[in-house]
């Protein structure tokens, strides 16, 4: 019996593991989330890519990863009862048509339902068309700091 059981868990072992390394092949991604970010933007978040949801818009016109705060350490920590937003994009074609507000609505009413305190995410500090959607939708700057690269990121957060 206690061969069967182990016999289980080495399969189980070796498919979560194969599940893992396929989540964190970009090629798993969808296009969209594909053609938003680059190979190395995509690929810097593969530690935490098991942990995360991802959160489809309208007509998947728009996506993004909901990973829970508790499981990041390179964020600021707000507290533990969160969600960070990553890899949120809207088809090219679509911006400005409102899918972005629809999935943010979207993830705001989850997180709610899920009892979480706050939203927190990154963003370039010039791309003003995503900051001017999330200042619409009521995030707020709780950080402002340069990446390895010397580009500015802003963090900015929503409580619940």
Request: glycine share 4%.
């Amino acid at each position: 019996m206690l061969f069967i059981i182990l016999i289980i868990l080495v399969i189980l072992l070796f498919y979560l593991i194969r599940i893992q390394e396929n989540f964190t092949d970009s090629s798993i991604h969808s296009d969209l989330v594909n053609s938003c970010f680059s190979k190395n933007e995509i690929n810097s978040f593969n530690d935490y890519y098991k942990f995360s949801k991802i959160i489809y818009g309208k007509h998947k016109k728009s996506v993004c990863y909901l990973t829970p705060t508790n499981v990041l350490n390179e964020i600021p920590i707000l507290t533990w009862n969160g969600y960070y937003i990553n890899n949120f994009c809207v088809d090219m074609s679509y911006r400005r048509k409102g899918y972005g507000t629809e999935l943010l609505n979207k993830i705001i009413n989850i997180s709610k339902k899920e009892q979480k305190d706050h939203l927190i995410l990154q963003v370039g500090d010039k791309n003003n068309s995503a900051k001017q959607l999330y200042y619409k939708m009521g995030f707020i700057d709780n950080f402002k700091g340069a990446d390895k690269n010397n580009n500015i990121k802003l963090f900015l957060v929503k409580y619940l």
